[in-house]
């Protein structure tokens, strides 16, 4: 499984980004899809989750009612779509996958395939 991430940028506070993941090299369908980010100096953190389904979501109380996690299976995508952001968005934010059916959310040590990274940069 390959995982390209890409939609980064630098945007001022209160502005938006819409973050994409680009998924090959396996059947889309079966991949519970994460994104997580980290900060200069802090520890990797979960933002959002979306199951293998595509039909249920869960988000890191900080991005609660900003973000929102979708997938396009006919472009076997998934997207962070970013809204009123703030400094503390400042981040390297990463995709990760993981054959997962499970109805608990995986823990982010038990994703197994890893985009590179796209930068997010709020000015305040």
């Known amino acids: 499984v390959q995982l390209q991430a890409s939609g980064g940028g630098l945007v001022q506070a209160g502005g938006s980004l819409k973050l994409s993941c680009a998924a090959s090299g396996y059947t889309y369908g079966s991949l519970a899809m994460g994104w997580f980010r980290q900060a200069p100096g802090k520890e990797r953190e979960f933002v959002a989750g979306?199951?293998?389904?595509?039909?249920?979501?869960v988000y890191a109380d900080s991005v609660k009612g900003r973000f929102t996690i979708s997938r396009a299976d006919a472009k076997n995508t998934v997207s962070l779509q970013m809204n009123s952001l703030t400094p503390e968005d400042t981040a390297i934010y990463y995709c990760?996958?993981?054959?997962?059916?499970?109805?608990?959310?995986?823990?982010?040590?038990?994703?197994?395939?890893w985009g590179q990274g796209t930068q997010v940069t709020v000015s305040s």
């Open positions: 979306l199951n293998w389904s595509g039909e249920n979501t």
């Open positions: 990760a996958a993981v054959s997962w059916f499970s109805t608990r959310w995986p823990t982010s040590k038990e994703y197994d395939f």
